[in-house]
C-alpha cells in the first residue's frame, strides 16, 4: 500500500477508455454539476465519438496510453466483451498511484484486479438509464422522450436525471475509504450512490437494473386497461406513466412504507380496493418477486 497517495476532489484529472454513452453521460454528469471543469476530463477516440466528447470541452486523445498517463482516475467504460484485452494491454502503465474504476456490467473486481496487477479498484454499477439519458438528449439539460416502447424516459432537466439514475459502487482491497468518497462525488453528479459488497451486485441488477423493464411492462398494461375501460390511447398512456411516475416520488420522498401509502388510497368498499384484490388473486407480488430472482439468477450465470 506504499504508493497509495490520496487524490484530491478538488484537483483531480478523470479519464475514460472507452468514449461510448455510459463515459459520455459521466462526463457530462461531472461537469455540469460543476463537480470538476471539462479541462479535468478526457477521453480517447479517433472516430465519431471524438467529436461528441470535444463539443462538451472534454480532451479527446488519440490513444488510451495517454488518457492512463495523464489521469489520476481511470474509468473502464469498454465493453465487456473487450474489457480484459484492454485493462491488459494498458497494464504495464498502471500504477497504485492512479485509482482505477470499472463501470463494466457483470465483470469481477477479482479479475480486474488481476488484469490491472493492482487492487486500487472501486467496480461501480450506473443502471441503465443513465445512458439513455444522454442518449435520448444529444445535449444537456433538455431532454424529451416518446414512448414506454421506445424503452426511453422522458426527461426534462438535470435535477429529474439525478433523481432517477443511480449508482452502486464496491471498493477493491486496496482502494481507500478517500478513494471512494472521491468516487461517489463523481457518481452523484449523475444520480443517488450507494455503496453495497459485490456479493449483491446480481440481485441489484434483477431488481434495478433489469426493474425498468418491469415497469415499462406495467405502464404499457396499465394503459391496455385504461383503453379497456374506454379511454383514448393517448391519454390512457400519459395518465398510466404519469400515475407511475407520481407514485414514485410520493414513496421516496414521504418515506411512508408502501403498504402504508396504499392503505391511505384504498378507502372501504371503494374502488381501489376492488383493482387490488383482483392483482392480489393473480398473484402481483408473487410475480413481482420470482421476476426479481429469476434477473438475479441469470446475472450470476452470466458473470
Ligand atoms: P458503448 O458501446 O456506447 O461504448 C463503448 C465504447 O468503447 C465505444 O465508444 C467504443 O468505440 C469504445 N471501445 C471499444 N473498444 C475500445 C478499445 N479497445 N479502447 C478504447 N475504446 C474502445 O457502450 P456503453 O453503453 O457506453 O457501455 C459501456 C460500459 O458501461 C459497458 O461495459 C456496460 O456494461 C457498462 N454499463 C452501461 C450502462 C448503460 O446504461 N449503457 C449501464 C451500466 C453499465
Given at each position: 500500500m506504499a504508493n497509495i497517495t490520496p487524490i484530491s476532489t478538488e484537483s483531480c484529472k478523470i479519464g475514460f477508455i472507452g468514449a461510448g454513452k455510459m463515459a459520455e453521460s459521466i462526463a457530462r454528469g461531472v461537469i455540469n454539476s460543476g463537480v470538476?471543469?471539462?479541462?479535468n476530463v478526457r477521453t480517447a477516440h479517433l472516430g465519431l465519438r471524438r467529436t461528441v466528447f470535444e463539443s462538451f470541452g472534454t480532451k479527446v486523445f488519440d490513444q488510451n496510453s495517454q488518457v492512463v498517463q495523464d489521469s489520476d482516475v481511470v474509468i473502464f467504460s469498454v465493453k465487456p466483451q473487450v474489457v480484459k484485452d484492454v485493462v491488459l494491454q494498458l497494464r504495464p502503465l498502471l500504477s497504485e498511484k492512479q485509482l482505477l474504476v470499472s463501470v463494466v456490467a457483470g465483470v469481477k473486481l477479482k479479475d480486474l484486479q488481476e488484469w490491472a496487477g493492482h487492487s486500487r479498484f472501486i467496480r461501480v454499477m450506473p443502471n441503465t438509464p443513465a445512458a439513455v439519458g444522454v442518449a435520448a438528449s444529444g445535449m444537456p439539460f433538455c431532454l424529451f422522450l416518446l414512448s414506454p416502447y421506445s424503452a426511453r424516459v422522458y426527461i426534462r432537466d438535470d435535477s429529474f436525471l439525478k433523481k432517477v439514475l443511480y449508482t452502486v459502487i464496491t471498493l477493491g482491497d486496496a482502494a481507500t475509504k478517500e478513494d471512494g468518497e472521491l468516487i461517489s462525488k463523481i457518481f452523484g453528479a449523475i444520480g443517488k450512490v450507494w455503496t453495497a459488497q459485490e456479493k449483491l451486485f446480481d440481485a441489484i441488477t434483477g431488481l434495478s437494473a433489469s426493474g425498468p423493464a418491469y415497469i415499462f411492462l406495467a405502464i404499457e398494461a396499465l394503459a391496455d386497461g385504461g383503453v379497456a375501460a374506454g379511454l383514448p390511447r393517448e391519454l390512457s398512456l400519459g395518465l398510466a406513466s404519469q400515475m407511475v411516475l407520481g407514485a414514485a416520488s410520493m414513496a421516496v420522498s414521504t418515506g411512508k412504507h408502501p403498504g402504508q401509502l396504499k392503505d391511505d388510497v384504498a378507502s372501504p368498499g371503494g374502488t381501489t380496493i376492488a383493482g387490488i384484490h383482483e392483482l392480489e388473486k393473480a398473484g402481483f407480488r408473487g410475480i413481482l418477486m420470482n421476476a426479481v430472482v429469476a434477473a438475479a439468477k441469470r446475472g450470476q450465470e452470466l458473470s
Amino acid at each position: 500500500m506504499a504508493n497509495i497517495t490520496p487524490i484530491s476532489t478538488e484537483s483531480c484529472k478523470i479519464g475514460f477508455i472507452g468514449a461510448g454513452k455510459m463515459a459520455e453521460s459521466i462526463a457530462r454528469g461531472v461537469i455540469n454539476s460543476g463537480v470538476l471543469p471539462a479541462s479535468n476530463v478526457r477521453t480517447a477516440h479517433l472516430g465519431l465519438r471524438r467529436t461528441v466528447f470535444e463539443s462538451f470541452g472534454t480532451k479527446v486523445f488519440d490513444q488510451n496510453s495517454q488518457v492512463v498517463q495523464d489521469s489520476d482516475v481511470v474509468i473502464f467504460s469498454v465493453k465487456p466483451q473487450v474489457v480484459k484485452d484492454v485493462v491488459l494491454q494498458l497494464r504495464p502503465l498502471l500504477s497504485e498511484k492512479q485509482l482505477l474504476v470499472s463501470v463494466v456490467a457483470g465483470v469481477k473486481l477479482k479479475d480486474l484486479q488481476e488484469w490491472a496487477g493492482h487492487s486500487r479498484f472501486i467496480r461501480v454499477m450506473p443502471n441503465t438509464p443513465a445512458a439513455v439519458g444522454v442518449a435520448a438528449s444529444g445535449m444537456p439539460f433538455c431532454l424529451f422522450l416518446l414512448s414506454p416502447y421506445s424503452a426511453r424516459v422522458y426527461i426534462r432537466d438535470d435535477s429529474f436525471l439525478k433523481k432517477v439514475l443511480y449508482t452502486v459502487i464496491t471498493l477493491g482491497d486496496a482502494a481507500t475509504k478517500e478513494d471512494g468518497e472521491l468516487i461517489s462525488k463523481i457518481f452523484g453528479a449523475i444520480g443517488k450512490v450507494w455503496t453495497a459488497q459485490e456479493k449483491l451486485f446480481d440481485a441489484i441488477t434483477g431488481l434495478s437494473a433489469s426493474g425498468p423493464a418491469y415497469i415499462f411492462l406495467a405502464i404499457e398494461a396499465l394503459a391496455d386497461g385504461g383503453v379497456a375501460a374506454g379511454l383514448p390511447r393517448e391519454l390512457s398512456l400519459g395518465l398510466a406513466s404519469q400515475m407511475v411516475l407520481g407514485a414514485a416520488s410520493m414513496a421516496v420522498s414521504t418515506g411512508k412504507h408502501p403498504g402504508q401509502l396504499k392503505d391511505d388510497v384504498a378507502s372501504p368498499g371503494g374502488t381501489t380496493i376492488a383493482g387490488i384484490h383482483e392483482l392480489e388473486k393473480a398473484g402481483f407480488r408473487g410475480i413481482l418477486m420470482n421476476a426479481v430472482v429469476a434477473a438475479a439468477k441469470r446475472g450470476q450465470e452470466l458473470s
